[in-house]
């Protein structure tokens, strides 16, 4: 007979000293959320809409647009509705999962920060040679390139954390 327990939830602490800062969660919280998301759509919609916007400086700028939408959406929602709730206890698998993807977004928002470093200096010191350099296929490959090996990565990651 074996002696082990399965722990299937966690429990959510709550704020230091018995803090009431329901209202933080009610207002603040969802409101920047939303201002954040607006700015990331806009940023998007902007760099999509605008012809003279396609190169890519603001490629890579929409992709991290996106990224930080999607960054943003995994914990502040969960986090705002279980202080609603009152709810004190996340599942286990939930947990894997926002811990998952919160290295996974990490990993390539430093990853595409450092393209776009890259592609800076390749635009002054190799002006001559940018387009050349930078074709669109070259962009899509790096961009895949770091989803891909993060993936991995995120999952190594959370594998060992779990």
């Given amino acids: 007979m ?18 009431n800062i329901g209202f ?16 990331h759509l806009l940023i998007i919609t902007i760099t999509s809409a605008d012809q003279n916007l396609h190169i890519p400086m603001y490629f890579f700028l929409r992709n991290l647009s996106l990224l930080d939408m999607c960054f943003i959406s995994i914990t502040v929602p969960s986090a705002c509705v279980s202080s609603l ?3 004190r206890a996340i599942s286990v698998a939930d947990c894997t999962t926002q811990v998952f993807f919160v290295i996974f977004c990490a990993y390539v928002e430093m990853l595409f920060l450092s393209i776009m470093s890259w592609d800076r200096y390749v635009a ?6 940018y387009h050349i350099i930078m074709n669109p296929q070259f962009l899509v490959h790096m ?14 990651h959370t594998g060992n954390a779990f």
Avoid: K, M
């Avoid at 603040?28 to 607006?38: E, K, N, Q, W």
């Avoid at 090996?149 to 995120?154: K, N």
């Fill in 24 to 39: 933080l969660y009610f207002t603040v919280f969802p409101l920047t959320y939303l201002g954040t998301l607006l700015g």
């Fill in 2 to 19: 074996n002696n082990s327990i399965t722990v299937t939830e966690l429990l959510l602490l709550g704020s230091p000293d018995g803090w």
């Fill in 85 to 87: 709730t009152g709810e």
């Fill in 124 to 129: 002054i010191c190799q002006s001559l040679q």
């Fill in 143 to 156: 961009i895949s390139a770091s989803l891909l090996s993060h993936l991995v990565y995120a999952g190594v």
